[in-house]
């Protein structure tokens, strides 16, 4: 049993280059979510699902776009990417929400440079 | 606007001594709360939680008090271990489902 699985773990990027950060769980999991960690900031939440085909905005999506075709996967896009977009980037799953805690993965970091 | 603070960013205590955590919520639609732990290099995991109906939750060393009212909550660890020392991030939904952090607090617990 996998848990979450974040692909890749590290990469740099170019600025306005683009890129998907991969996110799959195999816990048959409906909510799903991508956060960022920045020092200082705690994790701050870019997009969540509660199922597929249901996003919605988290509190940081500027720049960043998702989609959810199935349950297992829930990939991260950047379309353009800058340098405030330096970060740690997690992604989490949920069987029902809050009630039983998210799931996280171990992460990705991402320069941008 | 943060919604979730934790006002201390750090926290050092004596081994065997108790550890106490605080978070501050704004969003009285918030109804679910959470604690999670987190070790660098690594993914944050589930530590315990706590519902609005509750004012206080626990399991083994780690109790959550909650107070509405204040809006504060506070994890509670006894007595501390050198293994508990890591990154504590409190958390609160409601009925978006949105699971919202804060800051999160670095937890040292000294042999």
């Known amino acids: 049993n996998a848990g979450v699985t974040q692909t890749p773990k590290f990469q740099v990027l170019k600025t306005g280059q683009s890129m998907t950060l991969q996110c799959a769980q195999d816990?048959?999991?409906?909510?799903m979510s991508w956060y960022r960690q920045d020092p200082g900031m705690g994790l701050r939440l870019i997009h969540y699902s509660v199922g597929a085909g249901i996003t919605d905005q988290g509190e940081v999506p500027n720049g960043y776009n998702v989609s959810r075709s199935t349950t297992e996967d829930f990939p991260l896009r950047l379309l353009s990417a800058a340098p405030s977009q330096t970060s740690v980037y997690f992604c989490?799953?949920?069987?029902?929400?809050?009630?039983?805690?998210?799931?996280f993965g171990s992460g990705t970091r991402l320069t941008v440079v | 606007d943060q919604q979730v603070k934790q006002n201390s960013p750090s926290l050092s205590v004596q081994e065997g001594r108790i550890s106490i955590l605080n978070c501050d919520y704004t969003?009285?639609?918030?109804?679910?709360f959470l604690w999670y732990k987190k070790y660098p290099a690594e993914g944050p995991t589930f530590l315990i939680s706590?519902?609005?109906?509750?004012d206080k939750n626990e399991d083994g060393r780690f109790t959550v008090f909650l107070n509405k009212s204040a809006k504060h909550l506070s994890l509670h660890i006894v007595p501390s271990q050198p293994g508990d020392s890591a990154v504590y991030f409190c958390?609160?939904?409601?009925?978006?489902?949105?699971?919202?952090f804060g800051t999160g607090t670095l937890l040292a617990v000294q042999p």
């Open positions: 706590i519902s609005s109906i509750k």
């Open positions: 989490a799953s949920s069987l029902t929400g809050d009630n039983y805690g998210y799931t």
């Open positions: 816990m048959n999991h409906e909510y």
């Open positions: 969003n009285s639609m918030f109804d679910y």
């Open positions: 958390a609160a939904s409601g009925a978006t489902n949105k699971l919202i």
